[in-house]
């Protein structure tokens, strides 16, 4: 497959982008004072010497502490200063949340998105539910406005998966259950009360809840874009299957540092893996041999997911992700590597709760 | 490979989520098992209404009928195991690839489960307290004059097994004469025995509608618990303690079974070894109904020796070997635990491991790439000792000595108490101890169980509740 697509050219383009990219952080008019002292700490420039994706190995791997916690304006690029920022964090299943800056990375990461969302699934001007993570999370903004983009109303309902990551660690599974059925009922009341709701974000487990009550399709839905946790193929299989009586399904892989990637649409040679394939080039997916990271693992391999951001608002290169994935080649439509069934890295996986929304 | 898939319903359904169980001496892959979503289990349960009507059809006689043809074909038959064919000895192997046990336990087992279908009446009798099960089938009768109407509490029993042991599948079995459909996820290690059942009773001619089988996590099998309206489990304090206030689920933990020996017979204490043997090292010391502990009012240290020496002489043998009497551990990492545990409890003075000195070497040995806890024994001089009440997954007993007043308080909760003595106050007191589950009087080993008895709880009282009828 890598052999009859072209990837020469987003190959290029990424190369490009870097450059540009390092050019904003690390100019002292335009670059973030997290970047800028980081620099001085450094024996070379990255402006002179980072000339494409690859070289960007020379900032080693990004460290999770730098986003847990600290002065989190020393993200903000001075080329932004006068912009209103939003920070936004990650699940918090795993001590103090990794908090990320943003501005507008979110509204432009959706309407990117949007375009690969097929209109008779998720029509202009119809409206949308979002049942799934509010709080500090980008979904909550990003989903609305991933609808307002394509002219729609979304309706919201909350749920804190914090309180349930709580739940189930204080051994409360009934009362974590009953969390989830108030969710469900705020959702159904929403969908039954609003004809024009064609469009659903929510989870896979408030998937599953939601068609345990009803048909979404007798509602009206006609598109579901599925995401914030772990989805398997299992799942995957389940929810076309048995679940969604023929509604478009949308499985989405996506978070507060990287951004939204695209899932690679169906098609039964694939066995319902779920694969996805970054937004280049504004971020990177890798996978990489997680007892070497510095080794990308062949396509097909497992190995750990390794994640590069590469936005004006935010630089992350290199970071060693949670999650564990199978390389995926480039496909025609996504002419770059992508990855195949993420899920919590097994290695770590003691250490996390995960999937529990 | 071998593949199991989960019974959605009886039908054969091969998920995208398996898990692949290896050998337990060899490690390479032995199975692969389908496991079920959670989203599956339950979006499954909300039809619970077909299995509880399709063995509706059939009455109480006929499905003991059903059962007794099953008890045969169980023993003997070809029967499915996912895209094959398994005889009786593929099963024996099986059973023992994915968890240790040699195969004359297997077999031994297997005849237990056999007996249970084969006597499904008799264990019905026992279980109903001799009810006409036409009342069953009719939902009101009489007996002697007196009206009775029994309803069900449930659609379905959602089951959540262990892979200790396959004599365990007895429990649930009388299910399936009480007309309740089954749940089923089965123990990581030991998907064999349920499925063979299942397929037994279908070929035997129950509606396949009444059995679903998901092999799934810790959170699918919360999920079968939930969703059903009865249910049981099977596992570790830590597994289990979540549903211990809920009374829809019966809780079978671990058994802390013992054999108290009174005053009145201690000094003929040697009569009584080859019960103590028995109790202790059967099933390889595997089962809740294993004795974990000997509670004597005198003779503690001569009893201990006694024991130390006959099991010093028990060392592991081949699967095959019709004289094994001891399961290697299909997780090696699991046996280094224990034996870890045990040398650290012994630490605390007061305790001492009597078949250190009569075995060579350690507790814990390796052979043919097997991971064994060789029997221990050992000594306590107080029931406060952290060792003088414990339980674990070999033959492990204690010999506690305590004043024979004390012994019925002391035992705390234990699944079997074998009491050796005709002393009628101690046999009294043990007589009305809540915390006494099954009492056998006299020399029976913990381990020889009537299945028409009660085991932590009443399967039929569990199952059906007694109504308030009246007809003119």
């Known amino acids: 497959m890598t052999n009859q697509v072209q990837t020469t050219r987003p190959r290029k383009s990424l190369d490009a982008w870097v450059r540009e990219i390092i050019h904003w952080h690390f100019d002292p008019a335009t670059g973030c004072p997290f970047w800028l002292d980081h620099a001085k700490s450094l024996s070379w420039d990255p402006r002179r010497e980072i000339k494409g994706f690859e070289d960007l190995s020379r900032f080693g791997f990004f460290q999770d502490e730098w986003l847990r916690g600290g002065d989190v304006r020393r993200w903000v690029p001075r080329g932004f200063t006068d912009k209103p920022v939003y920070v936004f964090e990650t699940g918090g299943s795993t001590g103090v949340p990794k908090s990320r800056i943003s501005i507008e990375d979110f509204r432009i990461d959706y309407e990117a998105f949007s375009k690969t969302l097929p209109d008779e699934a998720f029509p202009f001007g119809a409206d949308w539910l979002s049942l799934g993570p509010t709080g500090p999370r980008r979904l909550r903004l990003a989903v609305e406005h991933l609808a307002q983009y394509r002219r729609g109303i979304c309706f919201m309902v909350d749920l804190d998966p914090r309180w349930v990551i709580k739940l189930i660690r204080m051994n409360q599974p009934k009362m974590a259950e009953e969390y989830k059925q108030h969710v469900v009922e705020q959702g159904l009341t929403l969908l039954r009360a609003h004809d024009n709701i064609r469009c659903l974000f929510t989870t896979p487990k408030l998937l599953e809840a939601l068609c345990e ?3 979404l399709k007798k509602l009206g839905i006609t598109g579901v874009f599925c995401g914030g946790t772990e989805m398997t193929p299992q799942f995957h299989r389940f929810a076309v299957e048995e679940l969604l009586d023929g509604i478009y399904f949308a499985p989405t892989y996506g978070n507060t540092l990287m951004g939204l990637a695209v899932h690679k649409p169906f098609i039964p040679e694939d066995n319902y ?21 510095e080794q990308i693992v062949g396509y097909g391999e497992t190995g750990r997911v390794r994640l590069t951001t590469l936005t004006r608002e935010f630089f992350m290169p290199r970071f060693l992700e949670r999650d564990e994935a199978e390389r995926e080649p480039p496909c025609s439509l996504y002419p770059w590597d992508g990855v195949r069934n993420v899920r919590p890295f097994s290695k770590l996986q003691t250490a996390v709760v995960e999937g529990v929304y | 490979m071998l593949h199991i898939p989960l019974l959605r319903k009886g039908e054969p359904y091969k998920s995208l989520d398996v898990v692949r169980v290896p050998h337990h001496g060899m490690g390479e892959v032995f199975v692969e098992i389908s496991q079920a979503n959670g989203g599956l289990i339950r979006r499954d ?61 297997v077999r031994n087992n297997m005849r237990k489960i056999r007996g249970v279908l084969a006597e499904m009446k008799h264990v019905l009798d026992g279980l109903t307290r001799n009810l006409d099960v036409q009342i069953l089938d009719k939902g009101f009768g009489e007996i002697e004059g007196q009206a009775l109407s029994f309803f069900p509490r449930t659609q379905s029993l959602g089951v ?39 397929q037994a009773l279908i070929r035997a001619g129950a509606p396949r509608e009444a059995f679903s089988f998901y092999p799934t996590d810790h959170a699918g099998a919360g999920e079968i618990l939930r969703g059903c309206g009865r249910g049981m489990i099977f596992g570790d304090t830590a597994s289990t ?24 017979c201690i000094g003929e204490w040697e009569k009584y070894l080859d019960v103590m043997i028995a109790s202790i090292v059967e099933n390889g010391g595997r089962s809740c109904i294993n ?35 001891l399961a290697p551990f299909a997780n090696a990492r699991i046996a280094e635990s224990i034996s870890q545990n045990i040398d650290t409890a012994l630490m605390q003075s007061g305790a001492r491991d009597v078949t250190a000195s009569y075995r060579d070497g350690n507790r814990l040995v390796k052979w043919r790439n097997s991971s064994y806890l060789l029997p221990t ?60 589950d099954r009492l056998n009087l006299g020399a029976i080993p913990t381990n020889v169980i009537s299945w028409n008895q009660p085991h932590e709880g009443n399967l039929f009282d569990h199952l059906y509740a007694r109504r308030a009828f009246q007809q003119v």
């Open chain 2, 160 to 198: 959540v097994l262990p892979s200790n042991s396959p004599g365990v599948h007895s429990l649930w079995v009388p299910a399936v004469g009480l007309k309740i459909p089954l749940v089923l996820k089965p123990g990581g290690a030991e998907p064999w025995t349920p499925y063979r059942i299942i």
């Open chain 2, 377 to 436: 024994i050992v000594l306590c001089n107080e029931a406060s000792h952290p060792l003088a009440n414990r339980e674990f997954l070999f033959p492990f007993a204690s010999v506690v000595e305590v004043e024979q007043d004390a012994i019925p308080d002391a035992l705390g909760a234990s699944l079997v108490v074998t009491a050796i003595t005709s002393d009628s106050k101690l046999v009294r007191r043990l007589v009305s101890s809540p915390h006494v």
């Open chain 2, 291 to 325: 004795a974990s502990g000997i509670w004597v009012p005198s003779h503690g240290r001569e009893i201990a020796e006694a024991l130390a020496v006959r099991l010093a002489q028990i060392t592991p043998r081949a699967a095959e070997d019709d004289h094994a009497q």
């Open chain 1, 273 to 293: 893996a779920i694969i996805y394939y970054p937004p280049l080039p504004r971020a990177m997916i890798e996978v990489v041999n997680p007892d070497d990271p």
């Open chain 1, 213 to 215: 009550k009803v048909s």
């Open chain 2, 45 to 105: 349960l909300l039809d619970q209404e077909t299995g509880r009507e399709a063995l509706s059809k059939f009455s109480c006689a006929e499905l003991l009928e059903i059962c007794s043809c099953a008890a045969e074909s169980f023993m003997n038959d070809a029967l499915a195991v996912g895209d094959d064919l398994q005889m009786p000895e593929d099963y024996v192997r099986q059973v023992s690839a994915t968890t240790g046990l040699p195969h004359v336990l």
């Open chain 2, 241 to 264: 303690g979540v549903w211990k206030d809920d009374g829809r689920i019966e809780v079978h933990g671990p058994g802390y079974s013992k054999i108290v020996i009174g005053e009145d």
